[in-house]
């Protein structure tokens, strides 16, 4: 990527927890300290650290007390959310995204929410905020749970707080490719003790434990990199920023390409850069920009997934639970009628095969050349 995301204490806190022989996550060890550095970083009461973002949107819909019967309203551009709530036999439905920030539509999770939902899920997609304090207004008039999903907004400001404290829930991840990363892992916040206890009761237990659980736990290994990555994923995010205001210059004066609207308050975590497609404005076809895309050295995505989640085998067809039918189905507790047709998320599957993403975490020289990249393409179908 050509920024050092290793050049902290990852080795030093590494030994100490080799040394002190107890590697399964430890209160008084690193998980511990790593739970702690995050309430104070991000001014909350509780923190549960587990071993991926997944085990957690999994524990964290148990939390939220959806299971058999109920919904869990997700946004259709990722699949995660709605996953984890088919883990807890609930049923997912959608709610449209903004095609000006590819971001949850508060007005269409408003609408999509029914006496069965339990939870609404948003995605801080690729370091840009939803509309979060509106999103918790609208679960707090209906008694649901807000679970933000933190993935790409590590230190994400929005409206003088960071994203991950609006929500009754936030989860980060620290898997490969995130903001800061020990391979695998995750954690999430909360102001709710209740909320917190239940994740916890939920990710890891000890001899015996009180209700079904499971065993996401951290080893202390994870915990060790995971806090020396937060001592320093401030400064990545900074050059990572650089990088992304370099890759913006490179279309802004494109009339046909659509960057992503940012709102007051907004800060940005950069994640992925993503623009939209609109030729439609100057007679350009799609095929022949990503030709011309395709034709410099530089890595581009388009169009994503194509298809909203929705349309995804697993949820169309009844995949889970061995085939059985539920919770999608037959299930004999689910009282709701919801189809997963096509048209039910219009603005998300208009966009999305417009999408057009590269990474920006990368060095200020990586996003040059990328940047270079981009407008050499840019100008080369302008030409014809």
Not at 229 to 240: A, F, H, R, S, T
Request: charged share 25%; net charge negative; glycine share 8%.
């Amino acid at each position: 990527m050509g920024v050092d995301r290793f050049d902290g204490k990852e080795i030093e806190y590494l030994q100490e927890a080799l040394h002190s022989g107890r590697l399964s996550g430890q209160p008084s060890g690193f998980l511990g300290k790593l739970e702690k550095a995050f309430r104070e970083a991000f001014d909350v009461q509780y923190a549960v650290a587990a071993n991926s973002a997944m085990s957690l949107l999994i524990s964290s819909m148990y939390a939220a007390r959806a299971g058999a019967g109920d919904e869990v309203l997700c946004d259709p551009l990722v699949q995660f959310h709605a996953i984890a709530a088919l883990w807890q036999n609930a049923h997912p439905t959608w709610a449209d995204v903004r095609e000006d920030t590819w971001l949850m539509d508060p007005e269409s999770a408003r609408q999509n929410i029914t006496p069965q939902t339990k939870a609404i899920c948003a995605t801080h997609l690729w370091g840009l905020p939803a509309e979060v304090d509106t999103l918790r207004k609208i679960a707090d008039e209906n008694n649901v749970v807000l679970i933000e999903d933190c993935a790409h907004a590590m230190f994400l400001p929005y409206k003088g707080r960071f994203a991950g404290t609006w929500g009754h829930i936030g989860v980060f991840s620290f898997c490969s490719g995130k903001h800061m990363t020990c391979g695998d892992g995750g954690i999430a916040l909360t102001n709710d003790e209740e909320l917190a206890t239940r994740i916890r009761s939920v990710t890891c237990f000890g001899e015996s434990p009180p209700e079904l659980a499971t065993v996401f736990r951290m080893t202390e290994m994870q915990a060790a990199i995971a806090l020396a990555q937060l001592e320093n994923v401030k400064g990545y995010i900074d050059e990572y920023r650089k990088s992304y205001s370099m890759l913006s210059d490179a279309i802004s004066g494109c009339d046909w390409l659509q960057p992503r609207a940012t709102r007051d308050g907004c800060g940005n975590s950069p994640y992925i850069f993503s623009f939209l497609f609109r030729g439609e404005r100057a007679g350009v076809e799609l095929e022949d920009f990503k030709q011309a895309l395709f034709d410099t050295d530089a890595l581009f995505n388009i169009g994503f997934t194509q298809v909203p989640a929705y349309k995804y085998k697993l949820f169309k067809q009844p995949m889970a639970y061995q085939s059985k039918g539920c919770p999608l189905h037959n299930c004999p507790y689910y009282e709701g009628r919801y189809e997963y047709r096509d048209g039910l998320c219009p603005t998300a599957e208009g966009l999305l095969p417009r999408l057009i993403n590269t990474n920006c975490m990368i060095s200020e020289e990586n996003a040059k050349r990328i940047a270079d990249s981009l407008t050499a393409a840019i100008e080369k179908v302008d030409g014809r």
